[in-house]
């Protein structure tokens, strides 16, 4: 079964601008969490979605955005660049999110901002 | 959101167990406890969770304390490539809350 994967593996960007990231979970999940991941701040949950719908949200702020279709597959989109996205975004999938089930991370897409 | 605590870092020989603590103390009684690992460059890695009882699998051991306020992963034989860092986890629906991890070094 292939793992989740994440597109594109590294972007580098200019502040204000916005940037797009794709995952794919593993096939039969539904749902997909994304974490962002600096070194400051360490791991922190962006948000999750299960069956098409936001069924968690983070402590972030409304730049910081995302959506899942039908095949589960999902994006996350980041609006008005600021120097202090710059991070390794991770998204994983489990097959329904319940807190008993194992979340299978992706290898991350790295955001650099200048 | 409750965080767990561990210490920063931690340091094994290769081919000895290796016991990594975690407090919980503000665990509510239908929360499981996960752990997964992070291994340089990689996005995290599920290594185990459990409920109330020691739960074993083929990369660990898990031994939740009877009032659920901590827990130890028992890594049986420590190798080389199980130098990562291990984040205790509450498990909540759809997210896991991160804290620091632990750092751990393998020595050959």
């Known amino acids: 079964k292939a793992g989740v994967t994440q597109t594109p593996r590294y972007l580098i960007k200019t502040r204000g601008q916005q940037v797009t990231l794709s995952c794919s979970p593993i096939?039969?999940?539904?749902?997909v969490s994304w974490y962002q991941q600096t070194p400051g701040q360490g791991l922190q949950f962006l948000f999750e979605?299960?069956?098409?719908?936001?069924?968690n949200k983070g402590n972030f702020p409304g730049r910081f955005s995302g959506r899942q279709f039908s095949n589960s597959r999902s994006e996350m989109n980041v609006s008005t660049l600021e120097l202090g996205d710059s991070a390794l975004y991770l998204c994983?999938?489990?097959?329904?999110?319940?807190?008993?089930?194992?979340?299978?991370f992706g290898p991350g897409t790295r955001l650099t901002v200048l | 959101d409750a965080k767990t605590t561990q210490p920063n870092s931690m340091e094994s020989n290769e081919e000895e167990p290796v016991h990594l603590p975690c407090n919980h103390s503000?665990?509510?009684?239908?929360?499981?406890i996960h752990w997964y690992r992070q291994l340089p460059s990689q996005g995290p890695e599920y290594v185990i969770h459990?409920?109330?009882s020691n739960v074993n699998n083929r990369m660990a051991s898990l031994a939740i304390a009877e009032d659920r306020k901590s827990s130890t992963l028992i890594l049986h034989r420590a190798t080389l490539r199980d130098a990562a860092v291990y984040y205790c986890?509450?498990?909540?629906?759809?997210?896991?809350?991160f804290g620091q991890g632990t750092t751990l070094q393998v020595k050959p």
């Open positions: 994983a999938s489990s097959q329904d999110g319940s807190s008993y089930n194992e979340q299978f």
């Open positions: 096939s039969g999940h539904r749902s």
């Open positions: 979605y299960f069956s098409e719908t936001q069924r």
């Open positions: 503000t665990i509510s009684g239908t929360d499981y």
């Open positions: 459990g409920l109330t």
């Open positions: 986890i509450r498990g909540d629906t759809g997210k896991l809350i």
